[in-house]
Structure formats: structure tokens, C-alpha cells
């Protein structure tokens, strides 16, 4: 017969509690509850499973780790909403750049100001430039004051301007001479440009930049006075 570990009075099978001294004692040989572990008399231990105290099934118990995750989110969250709210403020500058130029600002010009003959008083005499438009494509006779200094050159507008540049020049010999007549004439009078700019409706001025074959930069304004057309 099983006696109480703390009066040694005998015990029954089954009972909990000494009936003699109302120790807590192990019943049918099997541990007493709460012996060794304070969880246990709420029927639960140290050990066991969140849920044995009424906690939401799936909850770890980790009472740190879920705001964490939570936060952890929201922050993602926040920093995808960041980002799209910057693309669309981009967009919408970007929007407003591409209206401005295509719209309020217009073409820079159709170039209709710069066709007909112009003169120009120079320290060698006076030049003439006649320029004519066909279809979008534009080309200026230029001739000197002597006889026989006459030469017709393509022209492309450039921004306000109408421009004339060496690649112009080379279209003069055609697609299989171009590059080598360029280089030519680079030879001979280095690399230039001729840049008509409107004033008004009676003048341009002809601006002449660029550099010589020896290096030495130039850059001459000549203006020219449009020539009333025969009959007006």
C-alpha cells in the first residue's frame, strides 16, 4: 500500500490528497497534478501549446514577432506608394515639358521669311543670295560680283535660322561623291557655316563662322536688304 511522502500515513488507490495530513499525493502511482510544474494546475504547462490557454489557433505566442511583421509590411506598403506617386509627378512634368514645346511654343518657323533675293554690300563688292523653297526642301543661289561667281546650295532650317554647312555643300556632288567633296572643300576653306537669321521683313543678317585651314577662327555678320521684286 502506497503511504504519504509527508506524514507516511497509508494512502488509497486513487487518492489525490493524504487523507490524514491533506498533502497532494500522487493517485494510482501517476505523478500528482501541479508536482513540479506551476502550469499544470491550470491545466496547462510551461511547454504546451498556446491554445491549451484559450489563445487563437496560429498564434506562435511570440507576442513580438507579429506587430514586427505587421510594421515590416506597412513599410512596404509605404515605400511602393512612395515610388508611384514620384513616376506619376515625373510623367506629369514630363507631360507638361512635351506640351509647352509641341504647343504653346510652335514650330521655330516655316522659313517663308528668308525666301527671295537679298543683297549684300561686302569690301569686294556686292553679293546676292536668292533663296527659293520646294516642297519643305530649300536651296540659295549665292553669286558674287563678278560675272560667273554663281552657285546653288542646299539649305535647311535650323531652329529661327536657315543654315547652310559643309554637309550641305557635299550634297552638290552626290550620294557616292559627298563625303570625299566634303573633304575637299575642307582642304580649300576648312570648316564653316553660312546662317541666315530674319530681322524683319526687309533685312537678314548673314552670319559667317568657323575656321580656316591654318586653324584660325572667324566669325563675320553682313547685312542684307531684300530687293523689291520687278513690277511692285
Known amino acids: 500500500m502506497a503511504e504519504c511522502p509527508s506524514c507516511n500515513a497509508p494512502l488509497k488507490e486513487g487518492d489525490w490528497t493524504c487523507g490524514a495530513c491533506g498533502a497532494p499525493v500522487a493517485g494510482a502511482g501517476?505523478?500528482?497534478?501541479?508536482?513540479?510544474?506551476?502550469?499544470?494546475?491550470?491545466?496547462?504547462?510551461?511547454?504546451?501549446?498556446?491554445?491549451?490557454y484559450g489563445a487563437p489557433s496560429g498564434w506562435s505566442g511570440d507576442y513580438g514577432a507579429q506587430p514586427a511583421a505587421a510594421a515590416a509590411a506597412a513599410s512596404?506598403?509605404?515605400s511602393g506608394l512612395l515610388k508611384l506617386v514620384v513616376i506619376i509627378a515625373a510623367v506629369a512634368v514630363l507631360a507638361i515639358v512635351l506640351v509647352w514645346f509641341f504647343v504653346l511654343r510652335g514650330p521655330a518657323t516655316t522659313g517663308e521669311e528668308f525666301l527671295g533675293t537679298w543683297t549684300a554690300t561686302t569690301q569686294t563688292g556686292i553679293a546676292t543670295a536668292t533663296i527659293a523653297k520646294k516642297d519643305d526642301?530649300?536651296?540659295v543661289t549665292i553669286s558674287g560680283s563678278q560675272q560667273g561667281q554663281k552657285v546653288t546650295v542646299p539649305a535647311h532650317l535650323d531652329g529661327e535660322d536657315?543654315?547652310?554647312t559643309l554637309d550641305d555643300f557635299s550634297q552638290m556632288a552626290g550620294e557616292t561623291s559627298a563625303d570625299q567633296f566634303k573633304?575637299?572643300?575642307?582642304?580649300?576653306?576648312?570648316?564653316?557655316?553660312?546662317?541666315?537669321?530674319?530681322v524683319d521683313a526687309e533685312n537678314l543678317n548673314l552670319q559667317i563662322i568657323g575656321s580656316s585651314p591654318s586653324g584660325e577662327d572667324y566669325d563675320q555678320t553682313y547685312p542684307m536688304a531684300k530687293v523689291a521684286a520687278a513690277g511692285t
Open 137 to 139: 526642301a530649300f536651296a
Open 183 to 198: 573633304a575637299m572643300l575642307e582642304a580649300l576653306a576648312g570648316d564653316f557655316r553660312m546662317i541666315f537669321s530674319s
Open 76 to 78: 512596404s506598403d509605404s
Open 30 to 52: 501517476m505523478a500528482a497534478p501541479g508536482a513540479g510544474d506551476p502550469h499544470a494546475a491550470y491545466g496547462g504547462s510551461s511547454g504546451a501549446p498556446a491554445d491549451a
Open 162 to 164: 536657315l543654315v547652310i
